[in-house]
């Protein structure tokens, strides 16, 4: 009945969910049969190094953050073979940045999954408008002059200020030429970054951890993902099986004096003061162990 219902399950997952699970599955796994504990939620997992993470990617929001990147040759590419054929068949709204909504129940085509991040998408880009279409260069383009084009003539008492504003346009050689574009604002050089916005779309929370006394040191990795899992207090001592609904007895597996939380199993265990004594003993430091992990 279990096999079953696991299968049932299965079925209303998304491919990217699936994959997640196997993902899961490996890193706290071993052996297919038997207790698995996850000790840590996914959510943590997925967290940036320096956040107390492991910087797993989420499949669903790395995928729309690849997605992204269509969305943003859309906008800049016009010249584009398949830009050009997805613009004729959808339309284009937005001044041309993007195609209208597909409100279409049918099917399920390509720029349609692609098209449903453009609300996430906007929110990260600038419209950067130049001056291109109001000017007239020449052909060589040595010089250029102003195509301004106003909507109704002008008052004799308004001239003085029209000579004013032509004078300053004359007066300003900084003005961006090119076509206009997208920028996008969470990079300096204004241009698209998929790791950029899967950082935005994932919204992490910053966070205080001690990730360079964890991973930046000079040990095996299984060192160093025991040293996190202990930081996070999640290593399998009797106390988190006991939580588990596991039926053990509660002291220490060294002294038998006390209960085996982390703190007294890695740090106040009398077994354990003893071989720190004797590592600080031997490397001539004076130290005062602290009073959890």
């Known amino acids: ?25 490996f890193l706290w796994g071993g052996k297919v049969e038997g207790v698995n504990h996850h000790l840590l939620n996914w959510e943590t997992m997925c967290s940036p190094i320096d956040y107390g993470g492991l910087g797993v990617k989420k499949l669903v929001v790395f995928i729309k953050a690849l997605l992204g ?22 339309g284009i709204q937005s001044d041309g940045w993007s195609t ?10 390509l720029w349609r999954s692609i098209h449903s991040g453009w609300d996430d998408f906007v929110q990260y880009v600038d419209f950067e408008a130049t001056i291109d279409s109001l000017l007239i260069r020449s052909a060589s383009g040595s010089y250029s002059n102003w195509n301004v084009d106003f909507v109704r003539n002008f008052n ?12 300053l346009l004359h007066s300003r050689s900084s003005f961006k030429v090119g076509g206009d574009g997208l920028r996008w604002r969470l990079k300096g050089n204004g241009m698209f970054n998929i790791c950029s916005y899967y950082t935005a779309l994932r919204g992490s929370l910053p966070m205080k951890f001690p990730w360079k006394s ?24 009797t106390d988190n ?53």
């Not at 004799?156 to 004078?167: A, L, Q």
């Open 1 to 25: 009945m279990e096999r079953k219902l696991a299968g049932w399950q299965s079925l209303y997952l998304s491919k990217g969910c699936r994959i997640e699970k196997l993902q899961r599955n």
């Open 69 to 90: 990147k269509w969305l943003w040759r859309f906008g800049v590419e016009e010249s584009l073979l398949c830009r050009q054929v997805i613009a004729t068949k959808y």
């Open 100 to 109: 209208k909504n597909i409100r279409g129940t049918h099917g399920c085509g």
């Open 156 to 167: 004799d008492w308004e001239m003085e200020g029209v000579i004013s504003f032509f004078g």
């Open 214 to 237: 964890i991973w930046s040191v000079h040990v095996p990795r299984r060192v160093s993902f025991f040293v996190w899992s202990a930081t996070w207090d999640r290593i399998l001592t």
């Open 241 to 293: 099986l006991m939580r588990r609904g596991c039926q053990l007895a509660g002291w220490c597996c060294l002294c038998r004096c006390a209960g085996e939380t982390t703190s007294h199993l890695l740090l106040h265990c009398s077994l354990t003061n003893e071989l720190w004594s004797f590592v600080f003993r031997s490397f001539g430091m004076l130290w005062v162990l602290s009073s959890s992990v």
